[in-house]
């Protein structure tokens, strides 16, 4: 399987040459590959693909399965002008249709409860501070998982307390200005993290014991067991996700601006800047009927009809 992992990487260095990012690719077809090893073939046939593509550990509601076969497809195009007897699965084989869900709203005491409960699922002091530093930042910043990964020691300015996101989502890169609590977490994650890997081999912030970064299918493993261990959400009718914190940021945000009688409206543009949305309409779709939300959108919007 090593030629068809050095066919992997020359596919994602070309197609990175012609600007595309390929965040998924990159991400899901070294497991695809692993998957056509363990069934004994080094060429890409529809029915390997769909067993890969269709494994239970995502649900098939949701959009993993059809962007597993988007980035297979692509592959066995390229892999096709290699191997003659590539198959490559056609279009409409596994289809998503986006549909809303109802994210789960984290408050403040179940974001406690899950870096709280890190040490107990994971024993390594380093690993575990990785996970609960990365924990707390996506629920401080509203940031994407990917874009935490990929954030390095020269992305943040300490002086200012500003975090750059660079390259992110549609190419755009964005500066996020930080409570200060963040940056002091940011600051004794880092002073661990020097003193137990001294040489990395990865320039991202976030490092494994072995100086590599954080692997994206690990950290959505462990968090998922998290969940499960601490009990968060358990009775809710929303199972939590790792991006719901993302959602609840954005929530959190409008509930503080409403409380303090600003002008939300007017600011939206801005947490659709910080968040990385390409318009206020895309930021529209992390907006939940959260109860508090409501009732303080109700009140404005009765002050003002009562006038």
Known sequence: MNALSQHLE?????????????????????SFIEHLGVNGTSTITVECALSWVQRPDADPTSSVWARRMTAVRGFARYMSGIDPYTEIPPLGLVTFRQRWRAPFIYCESDVVALMEGVPWLIPTPLRAATFQTMIGLLAATGMRVGEAIALRWADIDWAEGVLVVRAAKFNKSRELPLDPSTVEALSAYALLRDRVVVDPSSPTFFLSRKGTAVIYTDFSVKFRELVRVTGVGSGSPASPRIHDLRHSFAVKTLIGWYREGLDVGALLPRLS????HLSPGHTYWYLSAAPELLELAGARLEKRTSR
Request: proline share 4%; glycine share 12%.
């Open 273 to 276: 800047t910080y968040l990385g």
């Open 10 to 30: 020359d596919y994602l260095r070309l197609r990175r040459g012609l600007g595309h990012q390929l965040a998924d690719a990159a991400r899901l077809l070294p």
